[in-house]
């Protein structure tokens, strides 16, 4: 019994540690963006066959078509925006930023919530699905 009160308590104290420095900002560790290299704009349509066009913002030229039921982080990442938006009563007119850094991170932002994923947290691999718009002609 008193190895699980430990534990408890020993749980209760790092909840309490987390949400102080989630509360004061004190201890938690701010990496500063590194500066922009190139920022694109984009527009993502879901099409009837279940396929997603990436469009340039700009003239709305099509960048890329992502086949039905593969690259399935671009999806759950576009479809967690487009949630977000709905929620916010924001359409699909306002593209999304895709922004390089002189660091080599990519940082996808909604400038309609202001909601920024930065793509290099989830590995290489999905990072590489949306580099590869960056590079599209």
Do not use: C, Y
Request: aromatic share 4%; charged share 25%.
């Amino acid at each position: 019994r008193l190895p699980l009160m430990a534990l408890g308590i020993m749980v209760l104290l790092v909840v309490l540690t987390v949400a102080m420095v989630r509360i004061t900002g004190k201890g938690a560790v701010h990496v500063p963006d590194a500066a922009p290299a190139s920022v694109r704009e984009f527009l993502f349509e879901d099409r009837p066959n279940g396929s997603i066009v990436v469009l340039d913002a700009r003239d709305r030229r099509l960048v890329d078509t992502v086949a039905p039921e593969s690259n399935g982080f671009l999806r759950g990442t576009m479809r967690g925006l487009a949630r977000e938006r709905k929620r916010q009563g924001i359409g699909a007119d306002v593209p999304f930023q895709l922004i390089g850094r002189t660091d080599g991170r990519l940082t996808l932002v909604d400038p309609g919530t202001g909601r920024r994923v930065d793509l290099e947290s989830f590995g290489p691999t999905n990072a590489a699905a949306f580099s590869r718009l960056m590079s599209a002609p």
